[in-house]
Protein backbone atom coordinates (compact mmCIF):
# COMPACT_ATOMS: atom_id res chain seq x y z
CA UNK A 1 0.00 0.00 0.00
CA UNK A 2 2.99 2.14 1.16
CA UNK A 3 4.73 1.82 -2.10
CA UNK A 4 1.41 2.29 -4.19
CA UNK A 5 1.58 6.01 -2.76
CA UNK A 6 5.05 6.52 -3.49
CA UNK A 7 4.59 5.38 -7.03
CA UNK A 8 1.37 7.87 -7.19
CA UNK A 9 3.35 10.85 -5.90
CA UNK A 10 6.35 10.36 -8.02
CA UNK A 11 3.73 9.52 -11.33
CA UNK A 12 1.99 12.90 -10.21
CA UNK A 13 5.08 14.62 -9.71
CA UNK A 14 6.47 13.68 -13.17
CA UNK A 15 3.55 14.83 -14.64
CA UNK A 16 3.45 18.16 -13.09
CA UNK A 17 7.54 18.36 -14.60
CA UNK A 18 5.93 17.34 -18.02
CA UNK A 19 3.30 19.80 -18.01
CA UNK A 20 5.85 22.60 -16.95
CA UNK A 21 7.75 21.24 -19.60
CA UNK A 22 5.01 21.31 -22.15
CA UNK A 23 3.60 24.84 -20.88
CA UNK A 24 7.40 25.72 -21.24
CA UNK A 25 7.30 24.92 -25.02
CA UNK A 26 4.26 26.60 -25.91
CA UNK A 27 5.35 29.49 -24.19
CA UNK A 28 8.12 29.22 -26.22
CA UNK A 29 6.31 28.43 -29.40
CA UNK A 30 4.09 31.55 -29.14
CA UNK A 31 7.00 34.03 -28.65
CA UNK A 32 8.65 32.52 -31.63
CA UNK A 33 5.82 33.05 -33.56
CA UNK A 34 5.21 36.34 -32.50
CA UNK A 35 8.42 37.18 -33.44
CA UNK A 36 8.14 35.87 -36.76
CA UNK A 37 5.02 37.75 -37.24
CA UNK A 38 6.89 40.76 -36.50
CA UNK A 39 9.96 39.76 -38.77
CA UNK A 40 7.60 39.37 -41.81
CA UNK A 41 5.90 42.89 -40.62
CA UNK A 42 9.02 44.78 -40.49
CA UNK A 43 10.29 43.01 -43.95
CA UNK A 44 7.07 43.45 -45.58
CA UNK A 45 7.42 46.92 -44.87
CA UNK A 46 10.92 47.56 -45.42
CA UNK A 47 9.72 45.77 -49.08
CA UNK A 48 7.26 47.91 -50.18
CA UNK A 49 8.60 51.21 -48.81
CA UNK A 50 11.84 50.14 -51.24
CA UNK A 51 9.32 49.70 -54.50
CA UNK A 52 7.85 52.23 -53.71
CA UNK A 53 10.59 54.77 -53.44
CA UNK A 54 11.81 52.97 -56.53
CA UNK A 55 9.04 53.56 -58.38
CA UNK A 56 9.21 56.89 -57.65
CA UNK A 57 12.61 57.63 -58.50
CA UNK A 58 11.51 56.02 -61.65
CA UNK A 59 8.45 58.23 -62.33
CA UNK A 60 10.75 61.02 -60.85
CA UNK A 61 13.37 60.27 -63.53
CA UNK A 62 11.69 59.94 -66.55
CA UNK A 63 9.53 63.27 -65.61
CA UNK A 64 12.99 65.24 -64.99
CA UNK A 65 14.01 63.52 -68.54
CA UNK A 66 11.01 64.89 -70.13
CA UNK A 67 11.40 68.66 -68.55
CA UNK A 68 15.18 68.37 -69.71
CA UNK A 69 13.69 67.68 -73.20
CA UNK A 70 12.00 71.09 -73.46
CA UNK A 71 14.08 72.80 -70.94
CA UNK A 72 17.10 73.83 -73.47
CA UNK A 73 19.17 76.05 -70.39
CA UNK A 74 22.42 76.87 -71.55
CA UNK A 75 23.62 77.70 -67.89
CA UNK A 76 21.79 74.26 -66.36
CA UNK A 77 22.21 70.58 -68.33
CA UNK A 78 22.90 68.77 -64.87
CA UNK A 79 19.44 66.57 -64.23
CA UNK A 80 20.34 67.03 -60.81
CA UNK A 81 20.10 70.86 -60.83
CA UNK A 82 17.10 70.62 -62.78
CA UNK A 83 15.40 68.26 -60.46
CA UNK A 84 16.43 70.85 -57.31
CA UNK A 85 14.95 73.50 -58.93
CA UNK A 86 11.46 71.93 -60.57
CA UNK A 87 11.31 70.01 -57.43
CA UNK A 88 10.59 72.95 -55.77
CA UNK A 89 8.51 74.73 -58.01
CA UNK A 90 6.45 71.89 -58.06
CA UNK A 91 5.87 72.10 -54.51
CA UNK A 92 3.95 75.16 -54.48
CA UNK A 93 2.20 75.04 -57.50
CA UNK A 94 0.27 71.02 -58.19
CA UNK A 95 -0.93 72.68 -61.35
CA UNK A 96 2.50 73.00 -63.16
CA UNK A 97 3.18 69.56 -65.71
CA UNK A 98 5.70 71.23 -66.95
CA UNK A 99 4.70 70.19 -70.13
CA UNK A 100 5.63 73.27 -71.97
CA UNK A 101 8.96 75.38 -71.04
CA UNK A 102 9.46 78.34 -72.94
CA UNK A 103 12.44 80.14 -73.63
CA UNK A 104 11.27 83.87 -73.18
CA UNK A 105 14.92 85.64 -72.91
CA UNK A 106 19.16 84.31 -73.55
CA UNK A 107 21.30 87.41 -73.08
CA UNK A 108 23.50 85.87 -75.06
CA UNK A 109 20.92 85.67 -78.08
CA UNK A 110 18.84 88.85 -77.52
CA UNK A 111 21.33 91.35 -76.05
CA UNK A 112 22.17 92.76 -72.86
CA UNK A 113 19.48 95.06 -72.65
CA UNK A 114 16.78 95.76 -69.68
CA UNK A 115 14.33 96.80 -72.71
CA UNK A 116 14.65 94.10 -74.54
CA UNK A 117 14.14 91.65 -71.46
CA UNK A 118 10.94 93.08 -70.15
CA UNK A 119 9.92 93.12 -74.16
CA UNK A 120 10.17 89.52 -74.02
CA UNK A 121 9.21 88.54 -70.21
CA UNK A 122 6.47 91.12 -69.12
CA UNK A 123 2.91 89.49 -68.36
CA UNK A 124 3.98 86.54 -68.08
CA UNK A 125 3.08 84.37 -65.10
CA UNK A 126 5.41 81.18 -63.67
CA UNK A 127 8.70 83.05 -64.64
CA UNK A 128 12.14 81.50 -63.89
CA UNK A 129 15.37 83.60 -63.95
CA UNK A 130 18.54 81.74 -64.11
CA UNK A 131 21.49 83.82 -64.18
CA UNK A 132 25.53 82.87 -64.77
CA UNK A 133 28.00 85.16 -62.67
CA UNK A 134 31.58 86.35 -64.21
CA UNK A 135 32.98 84.33 -61.44
CA UNK A 136 31.05 81.18 -62.49
CA UNK A 137 28.40 80.64 -60.11
CA UNK A 138 24.53 80.31 -60.77
CA UNK A 139 21.51 81.29 -58.94
CA UNK A 140 18.27 82.88 -59.95
CA UNK A 141 14.70 83.16 -58.92
CA UNK A 142 11.12 82.06 -59.57
CA UNK A 143 8.18 84.24 -59.64
CA UNK A 144 4.63 82.98 -59.98
CA UNK A 145 2.98 86.26 -60.55
CA UNK A 146 6.17 87.23 -63.12
CA UNK A 147 7.27 91.20 -63.73
CA UNK A 148 5.70 93.71 -65.79
CA UNK A 149 7.54 97.34 -66.85
CA UNK A 150 6.51 100.79 -64.71
CA UNK A 151 7.76 103.70 -65.17
CA UNK A 152 7.29 104.50 -61.50
CA UNK A 153 8.05 101.92 -58.60
CA UNK A 154 5.82 99.04 -58.72
CA UNK A 155 5.69 96.85 -55.69
CA UNK A 156 3.91 93.76 -55.50
CA UNK A 157 3.43 90.58 -52.80
CA UNK A 158 4.20 86.82 -54.50
CA UNK A 159 4.56 84.37 -51.74
CA UNK A 160 5.28 81.87 -54.12
CA UNK A 161 8.78 83.48 -55.35
CA UNK A 162 12.07 81.88 -53.83
CA UNK A 163 15.48 82.65 -54.58
CA UNK A 164 17.86 79.63 -55.42
CA UNK A 165 21.65 78.98 -55.50
CA UNK A 166 22.86 75.72 -57.52
CA UNK A 167 26.06 75.43 -56.48
CA UNK A 168 24.98 75.43 -52.88
CA UNK A 169 21.99 73.42 -53.59
CA UNK A 170 19.60 75.52 -51.29
CA UNK A 171 16.16 77.31 -51.91
CA UNK A 172 15.39 81.07 -50.36
CA UNK A 173 11.41 81.06 -50.07
CA UNK A 174 10.40 84.43 -49.66
CA UNK A 175 8.82 85.76 -46.52
CA UNK A 176 5.09 85.26 -46.71
CA UNK A 177 2.97 88.16 -47.34
CA UNK A 178 5.90 90.40 -47.28
CA UNK A 179 5.49 93.63 -49.48
CA UNK A 180 7.72 94.22 -52.18
CA UNK A 181 9.00 90.85 -52.96
CA UNK A 182 8.85 91.81 -56.93
CA UNK A 183 10.37 95.47 -57.99
CA UNK A 184 9.04 96.53 -61.56
CA UNK A 185 10.74 99.59 -62.82
CA UNK A 186 11.29 100.09 -66.97
CA UNK A 187 15.36 100.69 -66.03
CA UNK A 188 16.15 97.60 -64.30
CA UNK A 189 15.67 94.16 -65.39
CA UNK A 190 13.68 91.58 -63.57
CA UNK A 191 13.62 92.29 -60.19
CA UNK A 192 12.95 91.04 -56.39
CA UNK A 193 13.30 94.24 -54.43
CA UNK A 194 16.15 94.79 -52.00
CA UNK A 195 17.50 91.26 -52.90
CA UNK A 196 18.31 90.11 -56.34
CA UNK A 197 18.70 92.71 -59.65
CA UNK A 198 20.46 93.53 -62.66
CA UNK A 199 20.68 96.70 -64.95
CA UNK A 200 21.48 97.66 -68.53
CA UNK A 201 24.48 96.33 -70.10
CA UNK A 202 24.79 93.69 -67.57
CA UNK A 203 27.63 91.91 -69.92
CA UNK A 204 30.39 95.22 -68.74
CA UNK A 205 29.28 96.75 -65.95
CA UNK A 206 29.29 95.06 -62.50
CA UNK A 207 25.90 96.81 -61.22
CA UNK A 208 24.00 93.86 -61.14
CA UNK A 209 23.89 92.98 -57.49
CA UNK A 210 22.21 91.17 -54.16
CA UNK A 211 20.25 93.87 -52.15
CA UNK A 212 21.15 94.91 -48.56
CA UNK A 213 17.45 93.84 -47.10
CA UNK A 214 17.65 90.55 -48.89
CA UNK A 215 17.34 89.02 -45.69
CA UNK A 216 14.25 91.03 -45.03
CA UNK A 217 12.12 89.86 -47.92
CA UNK A 218 13.71 85.80 -48.03
CA UNK A 219 14.42 83.20 -45.52
CA UNK A 220 17.09 80.92 -44.78
CA UNK A 221 20.03 83.21 -46.02
CA UNK A 222 23.37 82.33 -44.13
CA UNK A 223 25.11 85.26 -45.72
CA UNK A 224 23.30 88.00 -47.87
CA UNK A 225 25.88 87.23 -50.55
CA UNK A 226 26.27 83.80 -50.11
CA UNK A 227 24.20 82.53 -54.11
CA UNK A 228 27.70 84.52 -55.51
CA UNK A 229 30.90 82.94 -53.40
CA UNK A 230 30.06 86.14 -51.29
CA UNK A 231 30.69 89.17 -53.91
CA UNK A 232 27.63 91.33 -53.95
CA UNK A 233 28.52 93.15 -57.21
CA UNK A 234 29.11 91.07 -60.10
CA UNK A 235 29.09 91.21 -64.05
CA UNK A 236 26.26 88.73 -65.73
CA UNK A 237 28.06 85.89 -68.38
CA UNK A 238 24.89 84.63 -69.44
CA UNK A 239 21.01 85.17 -68.62
CA UNK A 240 18.09 83.33 -68.97
CA UNK A 241 14.54 83.59 -68.25
CA UNK A 242 11.98 80.97 -68.96
CA UNK A 243 8.03 80.50 -69.09
CA UNK A 244 6.71 77.45 -67.41
CA UNK A 245 3.71 75.83 -67.92
Known sequence: MENNIQNNIKTISKLNEDNTCFRRIIFILFILLVFAFIYDYIIYNIINSLSNNIENNIKNILAIEKIKGSFNSKIIDSIYSINFIFYRIKENDKSLNFNNIKLLYRASRDGDSTKNCHKLCDNKQNVLIIIKSDIGYIFGGY???????SKNIDFKIDNNSFLFSVDLKRIYPAIKDKHSIIYDKETHGLCFT????????FFNYNYNSFGNYIKEHFKDLKDKYEMN??????????????QLF
Open 194 to 201: GSLYFEDN
Open 143 to 149: SKIGFKT
Open 229 to 242: GGEKYFKIKELEVF
